[in-house]
């Protein structure tokens, strides 16, 4: 009865299958695989489990085969317990409210100290830290902090905390400082026979921190299309390194490479469009403006429809007098006294 039991679960409750020991390489692959299930509209295990295993494997890889025969209840695999490492948290209270950020890092060093030197002795690695911050009025401030590779170097924890308390520093004086470190297994780099050895994981943990604080939550990382059909709709996920796998094949001497490349412009740029005889005749936009030399379109998108904010846009290629050759859009329900014309990118 495993089957029927998995059946209602959703398949995020498949990711429990992977254990432990499986390396991010697989861990993503059934990741990227779930969404291209979701927006098939696939979200239960039974669902999953309806489809045909063969058709699964050679369309989704093999993570997702293997994901199918446990939503099927025919897991092959014995049962592996799992190990589940004990939290390690160390803290102080001070004798004074701290409100200078050299002083709280300070007591936070030393914390950080303990805290690793403890996952040393259990073989583990800090692949992720929460600082709890008891301030002076009796409230408290927690900050998760995120570690893109887990590490035991204290100096990159610090720089992490601090990133993390500049972008948003508490209202009122510190009192007390507990710092949790989330243990994990350290991940052993792999280096190429023929390229040199890349930055270490920490730094590039370190530096993305940097750009988080300096842009702010949600805008550094890796962009995805999220589930919808708007052209110009963009997400931001968290970065995670390259897991060894093969890049996009390139084109070989004897393939033609492509002659242009649209370089995208987010947000679009209004524009002034000027019309002739219902043609585009002059365009002036941020940056870029100049008659019109060859024109080719309108190109109509009617895309989502039935929501609240319908998409409805004609698209144009524009080769002005200053020598650029642009895509623009314009909205079709935008109302009198709104921008309808838009830079949306141009060719390289």
């Known amino acids: 009865e495993d089957a029927a039991w998995l059946a209602p679960l959703p398949l995020a409750a498949l990711e429990r299958a992977l254990g432990a020991a499986d390396d991010a390489g697989g861990r993503r692959a059934w990741s990227d695989a779930a969404e291209r299930l979701a927006r098939l509209g696939v979200a239960r295990c039974g669902d999953f489990a309806a489809m045909p295993v063969d058709e699964v494997a050679s369309r989704l890889g093999p993570a997702a085969a293997r994901m199918w025969y446990v939503a099927a209840g025919r897991d092959p695999s014995p049962l592996r317990p799992s190990f589940v490492p004990p939290e390690c948290t160390e803290g102080t209270r001070l004798e004074y409210g701290v409100s200078s950020i050299e002083a709280l890092l300070f007591v936070v060093r030393g914390l950080l100290d303990r805290v690793v030197s403890r996952l040393a002795l259990l073989g583990l690695s800090c692949s992720g830290l929460t600082v709890a911050l008891g301030l002076e009025d009796g409230s408290r401030a927690d900050r998760s902090i995120g570690v893109l590779s887990p590490t035991r170097d204290v100096k990159t924890l610090t720089m992490l905390v601090r990133s993390a308390i500049e972008g948003a520093p508490p209202h009122a004086a510190i009192e007390s400082v507990h710092v949790t470190a989330l243990p994990d297994r350290p991940r052993a780099d792999q280096l190429d026979l023929f390229r040199p050895a890349g930055p270490p994981p920490e730094k590039l943990a370190t530096t993305l921190a940097r750009l988080a604080a ?18 110009d709709a963009l997400a931001v996920l968290p970065f995670a390194p390259h897991d060894g796998r093969p890049s996009a094949a390139r084109p070989s001497d004897g393939e033609a490479a492509p002659a242009l490349a649209l370089r995208a412009i987010r947000p ?18 941020p940056g870029l403006g100049g008659r019109a030399v060859v024109t080719s379109g309108p190109w109509r998108i009617d895309a989502e429809w039935w929501s609240d904010t319908p998409c409805r846009r004609d698209y144009y290629d524009v080769q002005l007098s200053d020598g650029g050759v642009y895509r623009l859009f314009r909205e079709l329900g935008a109302t009198r006294g709104e921008t309808s014309w838009y830079v949306d990118g141009c060719y390289d």
């Open 214 to 231: 300096l842009c702010g939550s949600g805008k550094v990382g890796r962009p995805v299309p999220p589930p919808g059909h708007r052209p």
């Open 268 to 285: 679009p740029r209004p524009a002034q469009v000027f019309l002739e005889a219902g043609g585009i005749a002059y365009v002036r936009a």
